[in-house]
């Protein structure tokens, strides 16, 4: 059984810094277009920064110049490291993940528990 696993939440004042984790572990053949995505109270989930296929990068505008994704593809981990945090990044963070596991062709979509972020003085 594939999981999705996060850490590195918690509460932060504005303009500090945090790094989040996300780790794969079970049965995995290969893992795709590793993100990040969040929910804050009453609003829609969002795309926070993800690779592509690709190998490339996308954010969300409103974290351009402040987040950045890195993952190892050794370990199955994502990150995310957020600098300069504001109050409006305060949500719930989710991590996803396309993972293909043994016998499926098909790439399966697979999400984390989420890790709450807290920007507040």
């Known amino acids: 059984q594939v999981q999705l696993v996060e850490s590195g939440g918690g509460l932060v004042q504005p303009g500090g810094s945090l790094r989040l984790s996300c780790a794969a572990s079970?049965?995995?053949?290969?893992?795709?277009?590793m993100g990040w995505y969040r929910q804050a109270p009453g609003k829609q989930r969002e795309l926070v920064a993800a690779?592509?296929?690709?190998?490339?990068?996308n954010y969300a505008d409103s974290v351009k110049g402040r987040f950045t994704i890195s993952r190892d593809n050794a370990k199955n981990t994502v990150y995310l490291q957020m600098n300069s945090l504001k109050p409006e990044d305060t949500a719930v963070y989710y991590c996803?993940?396309?993972?293909?596991?043994?016998?499926?062709?098909?790439?399966?979509?697979?999400w984390g528990q989420g890790t709450q972020v807290t920007v507040s003085s």
């Open positions: 690779f592509t296929s690709g190998g490339s990068t």
């Open positions: 079970g049965s995995i053949v290969s893992t795709d277009n």
């Open positions: 996803n993940a396309h993972i293909r596991v043994p016998r499926r062709y098909a790439f399966d979509d697979y």
